[in-house]
């Protein structure tokens, strides 16, 4: 299936994540354009899958580990990648890590 073309926009919370997950330091001082491109490229390439309340998922074409989560704006054609998460559990952060801090904060 053929995706239309779409404008992205990132939230601060992917950026951080980004940056603890895949950056891995690199300096960059804004990583916006690199996650920008990232999905813009996997959503062209139709990696791109429903996810639950309103989101889609767009897998990284360069990881096959990292997933956005993404609120898709169709009639705007804009997709705004609110988070990211890692597969499999050689995870930059552990997702034991993640879920403690989730039992913390209820």
């Given at each position: 299936m053929t995706?239309?073309?779409v404008s992205v926009a990132v939230t601060d919370h992917a950026v951080e994540r980004f940056r603890q997950r895949v950056s891995g330091g690199s300096g960059a001082l804004d990583v916006r354009p690199e996650i920008v491109g990232r999905v813009a490229h996997a959503w062209a390439a139709g990696r791109v899958t429903d996810g639950e309340r309103a989101t889609?998922?767009?897998?990284?074409?360069?990881?096959?580990?990292v997933v956005y989560v993404c609120r898709w704006d169709q009639p705007r054609g804009e997709l705004v990648v609110v988070t990211l998460w890692e597969r499999g559990e050689d995870a930059a952060?552990?997702?034991r890590y993640t879920e403690a801090l989730?039992?913390?904060?209820?």
């Open positions: 995706r239309p073309p889609v998922r767009v897998a990284d074409a360069r990881r096959a580990d952060v552990p997702r989730r039992r913390m904060r209820d």
